[in-house]
């Protein structure tokens, strides 16, 4: 796989349903060998943008593009990539088994992929049973399992955790990190960031159709300011030398810095010749950061 053939790229993007702007100048990339939450309040625009990358909402401004190329110029479609939009529009009295049969049949994959495909998600036990007695989680897994018939390099999944129970998430988080390893483009949306803090590596953040932040977690937690807990026997000291270049405040028995880095204040400590028995960095709450930039609730 090379990196360019599997890299999305939303440039300028922009959707006008009557009078709402669904997506507003939206421009994103995402690189191959990362799994990438794409993050938004409700109605921010997300299944929207997954639609125009997939070729099924035509933009009424900018681009969305697949190595470079739209959803209906890529030569083989399927085989570059996979999607999860609804999990729950199966054919409920066939079973998983027949299902992909049906799929294959229907994109000139030999009826064993369906099995392949069915065994990478784990449902083999399951294979015969029908679709109407299958649980979310393993609706999840066949939608999965459907996207996968083709191996494609990318993968748009539209909120694959709704309906997972917590095992079902690890099961998603280690199957995801593992496609991700394969070199692969793993996109996946989110309206609840926890389902999906421990699963991503980079966010794309969007509200009211526009992006407001995109990076790595530590990254975006970084710029806003995570505070530093600092312990020691002299930190009456230490909080006399930083009182007029940072934020302080006390807690059980440590001294919490905001606005300057980790870094800073051991470089701080160090030169002030001031004893520290910890300094770490406050793991910060990514809800509050995803609040901060959205204003949290739906965006419309
Ligand atoms: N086909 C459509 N016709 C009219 N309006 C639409 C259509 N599709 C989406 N919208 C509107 O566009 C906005 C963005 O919707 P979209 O489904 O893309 O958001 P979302 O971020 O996926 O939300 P959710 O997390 O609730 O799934 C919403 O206001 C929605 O009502």
Known sequence: MTDESGRIAVADLTKVFGSVRAVDNLSFTVA?????GFLGPNGAGKTTTLRCLLGLVTPTAGTATIGGLRYADL???SGTVGAVLDASSFHPARTARNHLRVLCAANGYPVQRGDEVLTLVGLTPAAGRKVNEYSAGMR???GL????LGDPQVLLLDEPANGLDPEGIVWLRRFLRRM???GRTILLSSHVLSEVEQTVDDVVIIDKGSLVGQGGLAELADGQG???????????RLAATLHNRAGLTHRDGALVVTGLRREEVGHIAFSERIELHELTTERSDLKDIFFALTGGGASR
């Open 75 to 77: 030569p083989r479609p």
């Open 226 to 236: 995570r505070p530093v807990v600092v312990r020691g026997p002299d930190l009456d």
């Open 32 to 36: 191959p060998g990362t799994v990438t």
């Open 140 to 142: 999840q897994r066949l």
């Open 145 to 148: 399992a459907a996207a996968l």
């Open 180 to 182: 991700a390893s394969e």
